[in-house]
């Protein structure tokens, strides 16, 4: 037994080991990839249920690292949130999503584009006066950009976040609650606060079909939705049978893998051109 019991904790410790020595490796090539150019801002389009067509789109982004590959959100957003370093990742985001607003208005193609930003964004003073720089340097037109919040970011300071969102309205962009549904947020700050869309959370739409209580969930966020008044997209359309259902109920916009996966902008400007 002693024997076994120290075997576990040997390997227990180098499994923490080996997890922690690549989350400092990481943080690390982090730090140099803002200043190498090695993030880039994949695009997933957003279908207007009605017309089937691409209606706006969401910015994510992918780190593609020399020699390794690319890199999701998921593996490194949390360790940049840690550092602290999502604060220049996060500029990184705004300033490129507005070049590439920029690039779609030179194309002749009106689409609204979303950008996630992280909790500790919202608590930066300067973010405001950065996003508005940056629009009127790319000379974008502000209706066109959209900014993801979690709700979980929306409970924590009511008066402060209720300032913030009232600025980035009077900017003239507008607001996403994402993941909605998931979080811990009491309902009752919807109608106070200044919002123009949520995005129902995968989590509901992928089993959809096969849950009556994600079905009940998804009528639920969708009637108190229109009674609010406020946009509603499903994340993480999968399958033919969820876009029927959500069609059925008049959800307004939807993304997911049924439609495209999100990709290069390159690419998404050829799936735009059809
Ligand atoms: P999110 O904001 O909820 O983004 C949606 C995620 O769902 C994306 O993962 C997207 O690729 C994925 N997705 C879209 N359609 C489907 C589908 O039909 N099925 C499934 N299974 N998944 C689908 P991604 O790009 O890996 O991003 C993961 C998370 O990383 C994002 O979740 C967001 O929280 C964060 N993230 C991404 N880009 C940024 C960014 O620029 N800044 C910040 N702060 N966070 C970001
Ligand atoms: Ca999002
Ligand atoms: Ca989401
Ligand atoms: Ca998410």
Not at 36 to 63: C, V, Y
Not at 95 to 120: G, M, T, Y
Not at 164 to 189: C, H, N, P, Q, W
Not at 218 to 236: D, P, Q, Y
């Amino acid at each position: 037994i002693k024997q076994g019991g120290k075997s576990a904790v040997q390997f227990y410790s180098r499994e923490l080991k080996e997890s922690s020595l690549r989350r400092m490796e990481l943080e690390a090539a982090l730090r140099d990839a803002i200043d190498n150019g090695e993030f880039e801002l994949f695009l997933q389009p957003i279908l207007d249920l009605d017309t089937g067509k691409i209606s706006q789109a969401e910015a994510l982004i992918r780190w593609r690292r020399p020699g390794i590959g690319l890199i999701f959100p998921d593996e490194f957003i949390p360790i940049a949130e840690k550092s602290g370093l999502i604060i220049a990742i996060g500029k990184w985001v705004i300033q490129e999503a507005s070049r590439l607003l920029a690039v779609l208005h030179q194309q002749d193609q009106f689409i609204k584009l979303s950008l996630n930003l992280s909790p500790s964004q919202v608590s930066d003073r300067s973010l405001l006066g950065f996003i508005q720089r940056h629009i009127e340097a790319n000379h974008v037109d502000p209706t066109y950009l959209e900014l993801e919040l979690t709700e979980n970011v929306l409970v924590n300071d009511f008066e402060r976040i209720n300032h913030f969102l009232s600025e980035v309205r009077k900017m003239g962009v507008s607001v996403a609650i994402d993941d909605f549904g998931t979080g811990y947020s009491s309902l009752s700050y919807l109608p106070k606060l200044p919002i123009d869309f949520i995005k129902i959370d995968r989590s509901f739409i992928g089993e959809l079909i096969d849950s009556d209580s994600n079905r009940a969930i998804v009528l639920a966020i969708l009637a108190m939705a229109n009674s609010l008044k406020l946009g509603v997209i499903a994340e993480g359309v999968e399958v033919e049978s969820q876009k029927a259902f959500l069609r059925e109920h008049h959800c307004q916009s939807a993304q997911g893998y049924l439609f495209s996966r999100p990709v290069p902008f390159d690419e998404f400007c050829k799936l735009l051109r059809g």
